[in-house]
């Protein structure tokens, strides 16, 4: 099957300071990446679609400037959050599709900003 | 209007119990239903597609009803190991954007010894 990783698993870090989070595919190219945030006892809210080589797609209300997405090959995307507050504090998800595919989940990361 | 709405939960039941939940969606347009199950702190994870005309897995059954813009799984002989969340999602089409899925806010499920 499919597998996908995501690099931290957990993350704590300071209010003000920015954090990246990496997702890969390990067995496959994934032409599309999405990524999602998860708060406590809710679900997962998509935050931004990630296409290789071009910019990605954020939903209504994700701050594009705040969550950088960058998608620079077919098994690699980062999301970083720049200047993170506690509020930002939350589970995020990423998935990666082939053509057509499912979509196969990285384990998730959780950030704690203090 | 939530997108996807689901029987809020939490649902405690013993093994061996037959449990069942619900899910309705908003949007006519879309065309893939799945069940996910997220474990406390994991990712999601496929528990099975849902197909127009029921589809069965060992213990698990999937209903979708097109007209009623509904969708069910109904779990038999529950097992301690079932306990997680139930996601219902769908996913309006296969192309660009519209692969995207949404996700219900999940309903917990306790199966208790």
């Known amino acids: 099957g499919a597998v996908v990783s995501q690099h931290p698993s957990w993350v704590i870090c300071k209010s003000g300071t920015s954090v990246k989070i990496e997702c890969r595919s390990l067995?496959?190219?994934?032409?599309?990446m999405f990524w999602y945030r998860q708060f406590p006892k809710q679900s997962l809210m998509l935050m931004a679609t990630?296409?290789?080589?071009?910019?990605?797609?954020?939903e209504q209300g994700v701050e594009k400037d705040k969550f950088l997405i960058n998608h620079a090959s077919l098994t690699l995307s980062t999301l970083t959050v720049t200047s993170a507050h506690p509020e930002d504090s939350s589970f995020y998800i990423c998935?990666?599709?082939?053509?057509?595919?499912?979509?196969?989940f990285g384990p998730g990361t959780r950030l704690t900003v203090t | 209007r939530k997108e996807v709405e689901q029987d809020p939960g939490p649902f405690n039941v013993p093994e061996g119990a037959t449990v069942a939940f619900n899910c309705t969606y908003s949007?006519?347009?879309?065309?893939?239903f799945f069940w996910y199950r997220q474990d406390c702190r994991k990712e999601p994870k496929l528990l099975m597609s849902?197909?127009?005309s029921g589809n069965e897995d060992g213990r698990f059954t999937a209903q979708l009803n097109r007209a009623s813009q509904y969708i069910s799984l109904l779990i038999r002989d529950s097992k301690l190991s079932d306990s997680a969340t139930y996601l219902c999602?769908?996913?309006?089409?296969?192309?660009?954007?519209?692969?995207?899925?949404?996700f219900g806010s999940g309903t917990q499920l306790t199966v208790l010894p």
């Open positions: 990630s296409n290789e080589g071009s910019k990605a797609t954020y």
């Open positions: 849902v197909y127009s």
């Open positions: 949007n006519s347009a879309s065309q893939s």
């Open positions: 067995d496959f190219q994934a032409t599309t």
């Open positions: 999602v769908v996913r309006v089409g296969t192309s660009g954007s519209a692969r995207q899925l949404t």
């Open positions: 998935s990666a599709t082939r053509a057509g595919d499912e979509q196969y």
